[in-house]
C-alpha cells in the first residue's frame, strides 16, 4: 500500500509516489503551471515512527534542487498547500517533482518554507501587477487637450476599476501576475 496521496483540484487522486530511498518518495507532477495548489495526507501513518515527521519539498526541472514546502505529522496527517511555483514558471514547463521525506521532529522545526526575501519579492511582483491593471485602467480615460495628454475621468473611475477587477479575480485568482512584465 502507498504511504502516500495527492490531491490536485480537477485531477484524479495521485498515489503514484516512488521510494527513492528508505524513508524518500517522488511524485511526478505533469502541467505544473496549472496548479495553485494541492493537498497531500499519510495513509499509513502508523508507518511514521514516533518523534517523526513528513517534509515536503518540490523540485523544477532538471530536478536538482529542491525546495521545502511544509510538513506533516501523525498529529497533522494532511495539508492543504498553495503551490511555490506558481507565476514562476511558464505553461511550457511539463511537470515538476513533489518530494516527501520522513524526517526527524527536531529536523522539521529548523525548517523554514521560504524566506522572507522570498516573500518579499513575491508581495512586490504582487503589487505591481495590481498596480500596472489600475494604470493600463486609468490610461483608458486619457484624453488630448490644448495643455497636453490628461487624464479625464468619472469621479466614479476608481470603484468602476475595482468592480472590474474583483470580476477579473473571481474568474482568475492570480491573472494580475501574468501582466507583471512592462
Not at 12 to 20: A, L, M, R
Request: glycine share 6%.
Amino acid at each position: 500500500m502507498n504511504m502516500f496521496a495527492c490531491v490536485f483540484p480537477g485531477r484524479p487522486i495521485s498515489t503514484e509516489f516512488k521510494q527513492v530511498s528508505e524513508n524518500r518518495f517522488l511524485l511526478g507532477v505533469p502541467k505544473p503551471a496549472q496548479i495553485r495548489e494541492f493537498a497531500i495526507t499519510i495513509l499509513q501513518p502508523n508507518k511514521i515512527p514516533e518523534g517523526y515527521g513528513v517534509t515536503v519539498y518540490f523540485s523544477l526541472p532538471p530536478f536538482r534542487d529542491w525546495q521545502y514546502i511544509g510538513a506533516i505529522s501523525k498529529q497533522m496527517p494532511s495539508q492543504i498547500f498553495s503551490v511555490p511555483w506558481r507565476g514562476t514558471i511558464p505553461n511550457s514547463v511539463e511537470g515538476v517533482q513533489l518530494g516527501a521525506s520522513i524526517e526527524t521532529q527536531g529536523f522539521i522545526e529548523n525548517l523554514h518554507p521560504q524566506s522572507t526575501q522570498e516573500e518579499e519579492k513575491k508581495l512586490i511582483s504582487s503589487v505591481q501587477g495590481i498596480a500596472k491593471d489600475l494604470y493600463n485602467f486609468l490610461g483608458s480615460f486619457a484624453k488630448t487637450t490644448d495643455l497636453g495628454e490628461m487624464l479625464i475621468m468619472p469621479v466614479k473611475s476608481l470603484d468602476l476599476w475595482l468592480k472590474k477587477f474583483e470580476a477579473k479575480h473571481k474568474k482568475d485568482p492570480y491573472f494580475w501576475l501574468k501582466n507583471t512584465s512592462a
